[in-house]
């Protein structure tokens, strides 16, 4: 792909540094469709990002534009805080109804804040509240968002350090195969809790994500998950479950828990919670958790309803049937094919690839191959990211909606970024 440099003066004078992924992709994008992106020179890129697990639906889904045209058209309301709007009732009905009820999940629903950190935020501090204690324990390469609550349980170095002040009553634990299968499940933590002078206080709460976006995805498997629900309900700790980027239907079942059979106390859900990728959160809990007195947790854009008009509409479109799920797993099959075959070509640059569903990562035993492949990939016509503590994995995250052709092809370019790389 031929490429005219761009004109970014504008983003490099006036943006703040912190920009990041548009320094992996140097161009100025203009439209999107489906899973396919335009920049304002016509150049078309098929989307591995699908804007960081928030698109599960592809950009500018049609039956979403839809909906969501009509609402703005008839004057709805657009921004309601915690007011009471037939958009909220909307998506409150079609939530119990297509998800909650089928699955038989007790939850009460709240609407925390437009990001997924106000979420995270919210599930802390309820559980803090619930149990009358400070200490939540966290895992290894987890990442919950940016705000200090949420930084307190994530791993990565480089993004706790930039709080600037010390961050507190978190305690991270082994994540599942952190230590290569040489120590039983959850050996350090139960002998942690059960002596006294160990130094941890009791927690009133465990963090855990079941699968490790931002870490290198990591797949935490279905017994892993099970044995820590049992420890958490043996030693008087909730269970959170961070769903933002893996839920509404990433790893196959709309929960990313499902897999497993349990049923946390308390799951965080956002990103792809709206399909449109319009800002919207929820937290979800047990109803005897649901001690919150009356604006002791608000925020002036919890109430989008835009977002929840889109989200009503997707959930109608995509979870009635039961066919997201089965089209979802099927794309992974062939995306671990893929990946399999890459694996075979490149034994020595390749470590290894897992995933669930439509996520996956593949690692690199060189750790800035993953950002050199990326680069590639992009020159190529293909946005995928990195993750891990190191940027060593590449990382694909196609929408849930892709078509088998579009994935081939974003596999095969894939597949030649790697092959012209390492």
């Known amino acids: 792909m031929t490429i005219t440099q761009p004109d970014l003066s504008v983003f490099e004078t006036l943006e703040s540094e912190v920009r990041s992924y548009c320094r992996g992709w140097p161009t100025v994008f203009d439209r999107a469709q489906g899973s396919k992106m335009y920049d304002e020179d016509g150049h078309e890129y098929l989307d591995f990002f699908a804007g960081a697990g928030s698109l599960n639906y592809g950009h500018n889904n049609p039956v979403l534009k839809r909906a969501l045209i009509d609402y703005l058209e008839r004057d709805g309301v657009v921004h309601g805080l915690d007011m009471s709007t037939t958009a909220k009732r909307a998506f409150l009905e079609t939530f119990q109804e297509t998800i909650l009820r089928p699955r038989d999940l007790p939850y009460k629903v709240m609407f925390p804040g437009p990001t997924g950190t106000n979420a995270v935020e919210s599930a802390l501090k ?91 995805i990591n797949v935490a498997r279905a017994e892993w998950l099970r044995q820590l629900a049992d420890v958490c309900k043996r030693w008087d700790m909730l269970l959170i479950v961070d769903d933002i980027q893996m839920g509404c239907g990433r790893t196959g079942g709309f929960f990313s828990f499902e897999e497993a059979g349990i049923v946390p106390d308390i799951v965080t859900v ?137 994935l081939d092809e974003g596999l095969r370019i894939l597949a030649r970024a790697i092959r012209e790389t390492v």
């Open 126 to 216: 309820l559980a803090r509240k619930v149990k009358g204690r400070e200490s939540i324990v966290s895992f290894t390469n987890a990442f919950h968002g940016m705000s200090l609550g949420s930084l307190a349980v994530t791993g990565n170095a480089f993004k706790r350090a930039g709080a600037g002040i010390p961050l507190v009553h978190g305690t991270p634990m082994p994540f599942d195969n952190y230590l290569d299968g040489q120590t039983p499940d959850f050996i350090w933590f139960e002998r942690l809790l059960a002596d006294s002078g160990s130094g941890l206080n009791q927690p009133a709460a465990v963090i855990v994500e079941t699968v490790q976006g931002e870490g290198g």
């Open 270 to 406: 956002s990103k792809s919670i709206s399909g449109y990728g319009l800002p919207m959160s929820l937290c979800l809990f047990k109803p005897e958790l649901d001690i919150w007195e009356p604006g002791e947790h608000n925020g002036t854009f919890r109430g989008n309803n835009p977002a929840f008009v889109t989200a009503a509409a997707a959930l109608s479109a995509y979870w009635a049937d039961g066919e997201m799920e089965k089209q979802t797993l099927a794309r992974g099959e062939q995306v671990e094919q893929a990946l399999r075959a890459i694996r075979a070509e490149h034994p020595e640059a390749t470590r290894e690839y897992r995933g669930r569903g439509l996520v996956w990562g593949l690692e690199m035993t060189t750790p800035d191959h993953a950002s050199k492949i990326a680069r590639r990939a992009f020159d190529l016509g293909l946005l995928v990211e990195t993750s891990g503590p190191e940027s060593e994995v590449v990382k694909l995250l196609p929408a849930l909606t892709i078509s088998p052709d579009e």
